[in-house]
């Protein structure tokens, strides 16, 4: 059968460290095995801020053909950073050119960058290709400060509201990684629920990343295995509004410090930017709570992923930090099943990561009921930490059950692209 094709434009992709490049990087991987030829359409990284990571070129297929644009470089002081705006004009002219001298059956772009997801419009209003929107995080979004009027926030929301019924109204497929990503989307704009196919497919988990990690002789170095103590590593950025249950999971340890004398966080990659060594997050509420430095670290800089699974697989346990909003479903779940090592949760209720962690054995989860439940972490965190000690201490890989993680594994993920993408051509 002959493989029907996909542009997928992302401005991030390997060498990029990035998070949200490992999306369309597993979705190009496993196309082919259902039926469409990927083509990814990114920005050259000598225009990328953060420092690249060639170990990550390793994961890609050999035969995946990759597209690379240039942008215009970020000036100071620095008015223009993102790069799916630095480049946006680079991207269409390239893409423009892709559609109209070879046959794509669709066009597939994740967003953020958010910008990019205008393309899409663009690109359908002058080729005539069907397009859809891929939300690895909500465009309209109310961020802690965004009713201060003429804030950075406040005007990117404005922005958020203004731009996004533009991208999306010829839109034939919305994805997320969770129903919650583009729920609101579709009540925005109820034209979707009949024109667009609509689905919700999770950060999927790949094996090959872990079978790579032995030949490459990383070894860990921001800290050491200690004995007698439980050090839990949380890898990767800070939603905004995860600070309120982790302010509560802190004021619990500062109120019981001898229940949690032995009990480490190590906070990787929570920067403010992704090459900023300086940039704490996370430091000054440890430190308003006397814990910096007993009982929390942070190294705010973000490190290239595969040292970051060297660092998982040296620590005790996973930190799996929620949002106030049920919707937030961390890809960090999937990393630490493969890590083979315990998950250790503070999560909405509502969240489908809790079923998932539950279900599969994998970890133990606190479970909170939004902002309505903050205070309700700090009472009963002593008594789940000391339930987590348990579970920590009894935990065996074998027992998580592999086979209902399987669902989960990128390729199963992809698969579900795929029949997306199938649902938006029988619609001709």
């Known amino acids: 059968m002959e493989l029907k094709k996909v542009l997928i434009i992302y401005p991030h992709f390997p060498p990029s460290n990035l998070a949200g490049m490992h999306r369309p990087r597993l979705f190009a991987q496993h196309l082919p095995s259902f039926g469409w030829e990927s083509v990814i359409l990114a920005v050259h990284e ?37 790069i799916g705006l630095r480049a946006f004009f680079q991207l269409y002219r390239r893409a423009s050119k892709l559609i109209n001298n070879e046959h794509f059956d669709f066009l597939y772009i994740p967003i953020p960058s958010f910008y990019c997801a205008l393309l899409g419009r663009l690109l359908n209003r002058r080729t005539g290709i069907k397009y859809g929107i891929d939300y690895i995080d909500p465009w309209v979004h109310d961020f802690p400060g965004s009713n201060k009027i003429f804030s950075r926030h406040w005007l990117s929301t404005k922005l958020a509201k203004f731009l996004e019924p533009i991208a999306v109204k010829k839109a034939s497929l919305i994805t997320g990684v969770a129903e919650g990503y583009y729920k609101d989307v579709l009540e925005r704009n109820p034209h979707l629920k009949t024109q667009a196919v609509c689905g919700a497919m999770p950060y999927g988990g790949e094996k090959k990343d872990y079978e790579l990690i032995e030949s490459l002789g990383i070894e860990p170095y921001l800290f050491q295995k200690k004995e007698g103590k439980i050090q839990l590593v949380y890898a990767g950025a800070m939603l905004p509004k995860a600070y309120e249950p982790l302010e509560a999971i802190f004021k619990s340890i500062a109120a019981n410090k001898e229940i949690f004398e032995n009990l480490i966080f190590h906070f990787i990659g929570t920067g403010k930017t992704p090459d900023d060594a300086e940039g704490f997050n996370i430091k000054p509420l440890a430190e308003k709570y006397g814990l910096w430095q007993t009982n929390v670290y942070e190294y705010p800089k973000r490190i290239p992923y595969f040292n970051v699974l060297v660092h998982l697989n040296i620590a005790d ?43 599969s054995r994998s970890g133990i989860v606190l479970g909170f009921d939004g902002e309505n439940g903050i205070e309700e972490i700090e009472r009963v965190f002593p008594a789940f930490f000391e339930n987590a000690r348990q579970f920590i201490n009894c935990f065996k890989p074998e027992l998580v059950n592999s086979v209902f993680f399987e669902q989960y594994s990128a390729k199963n993920v992809t698969a579900q692209l795929s029949k997306l993408l199938f649902s938006t051509l029988k619609e001709d």
Do not use: C
């Open 46 to 82: 000598k225009y990328y801020e953060e420092n690249p990571d060639w170990n990550l070129v390793k994961l890609l297929p050999k035969d995946l053909r990759i597209e690379k644009v240039n942008a215009f470089k970020i000036r100071k002081p620095r008015l223009i950073g993102d």
């Open 317 to 359: 346990g996973i930190f799996i930090l929620g949002s106030t909003e049920p919707h937030y479903t961390p890809s960090k779940v999937f990393q630490g099943v493969l890590s083979k090592k315990p998950l250790v949760a503070v999560l909405h209720k509502d969240s489908i990561t809790v079923d998932i962690i539950r279900s």
